[in-house]
């Protein structure tokens, strides 16, 4: 079977820092990934982890160990504009399709 | 680059009636295409997939189809709607460096 679990909400406040976790379960493993969704919109791509690690990129980074099945989108410095639905989603093994979790919405205020 | 016309983008429609949504591929040649839908405050999830012209996988049994007419054209279809069909439907597709591209998607309510 297969299965992304993240946390519905969170709240944080501008200039702070967010760590938003995922756990997956899936039948053969292919990359992890994280996306960005504001209401009303289309997702966009955030980053991508196929290795154990940290990949950073500007204000955004992300962490996965496969082992554990578990990653984690870090956001530093939060502004208003952060304020989204954050997705995490795993590649199957044929590289066919990504499935997604049910997102995490991240309310920043000032 | 790569974009993704999906059309219409709003819509509503009486429980009964069909549906066409269509989707565009530009900037690519032989693109994996996807169908996803997003209900109220559930995730994506993944309803269709397709490697080629006249290639379907379907993830998900429902009343809904899909089709590919052309390289680039992937059509997703109903016959009768029911309400639970109500949702935002994104078209998508693989770019180069492996993640999937997302059309505007098209927002269906169903009454």
């Known amino acids: 079977g297969q299965n992304i679990d993240q946390p519905t909400e969170m709240t944080a406040t501008e200039g702070a820092i967010v760590q938003i976790n995922c756990t997956y379960q899936?039948?053969?493993?292919?990359?992890l990934f994280w996306y960005q969704q504001h209401a009303g919109e289309a997702p966009t791509f955030l980053s991508y982890n196929v290795l154990d690690g940290l990949e950073e990129k500007g204000r955004f980074s992300s962490f996965l160990s496969r082992s554990k099945g578990y990653s984690y989108l870090l956001l530093k410095e939060l502004q208003m504009k952060d304020s989204a639905s954050y997705l995490c989603?795993?590649?199957?093994?044929?590289?066919?399709?990504?499935?997604f979790g049910k997102g995490t919405t991240l309310s920043v205020s000032s | 680059s790569q974009t993704i016309h999906q059309w219409p983008a709003t819509l509503v429609q009486p429980v009964g009636s069909p549906l066409s949504l269509e989707c565009t591929v530009e900037?690519?040649?032989?693109?994996?295409l996807y169908w996803y839908r997003q209900a109220a405050g559930r995730g994506l999830q993944l309803l269709f997939y397709?490697?080629?012209?006249?290639?379907i996988s379907s993830e998900v049994p429902q009343n809904l189809s899909a089709s590919r007419p052309q390289d680039r054209q992937f059509i997703l279809s109903s016959k009768k709607l029911l309400l639970s069909d109500s949702g935002f439907y994104l078209c998508a597709s693989v770019i180069i460096t492996g993640e999937l591209f997302f059309g505007e998607g098209s927002r269906l309510t169903v009454l």
């Open positions: 989603a795993a590649r199957n093994q044929a590289g066919t399709a990504l499935i």
């Open positions: 899936t039948s053969g493993f292919n990359g």
């Open positions: 397709s490697v080629g012209i006249g290639q």
């Open positions: 900037g690519t040649s032989n693109p994996n």
